[in-house]
């Protein structure tokens, strides 16, 4: 286990409410609206929290959507996972998107998103003239195998 820190939280408004999480050991803090907004069928909006938060350096955070208002009301985000380097103080927002056929109201004080704080490495980029060879050899994106194929026809893990 690591060593536990404390995430610094700035309300930038009074009605802001600070992230927290349902359970005492859930990897994603609750992030809440702020103000009350009503989501269109296929629309998308940036929702405001009312919060700046600061992240030590060497880490992220990554916002990313409540699966309850996914699998219900078809609410996710346009950007999933957003990601927040720690050199950003602008306010926290949440772009979602409602991806169903009716409208959707958020409320002030709802739960819209998650905020997952993560140890990011910082490696140093070289350029080279060739990589080692992987698994999959030269084949690309989607080379593992077709959405659907039954699974007799799926490759067995770690055959070609």
């Known amino acids: 286990m690591s060593e536990r820190w404390e995430l610094k939280v700035k309300r930038l408004s009074e009605a802001a409410v600070l992230p927290r999480r349902a359970h005492p050991h859930d990897a994603g803090l609750d992030l809440f609206a702020l103000e009350p907004l009503l989501l269109s069928a ?3 909006a940036s929702v405001p929290t009312g919060l700046a938060i600061e992240l030590p350096p060497g880490h992220a955070g ?3 959507p409540r699966s309850g208002l996914a699998a219900h009301h078809g609410i996710t985000l346009v950007n999933a996972p957003g990601l927040i380097d720690p050199g950003y103080r602008g306010e ?4 979602l998107l409602n991806t169903s056929e009716q409208s959707f109201t958020v409320n002030a004080g709802d739960r819209i998103a998650q905020l ?3 140890v990011a490495e910082l490696p140093a980029v070289i350029e080279v003239q060739s990589l080692a060879d992987g698994d999959r050899g030269p084949a ?3 080379s593992s195998g077709g959405f659907g194929a039954p699974a007799d026809r799926q490759p067995a893990v770690g055959s070609p």
Do not use: T
Request: net charge positive; proline share 0%.
């Open 42 to 44: 296929g629309a998308r």
């Open 62 to 64: 990554f916002v990313l």
């Open 92 to 95: 926290l927002r949440v772009l």
């Open 116 to 118: 997952v704080v993560v």
């Open 140 to 142: 690309g994106f989607g």
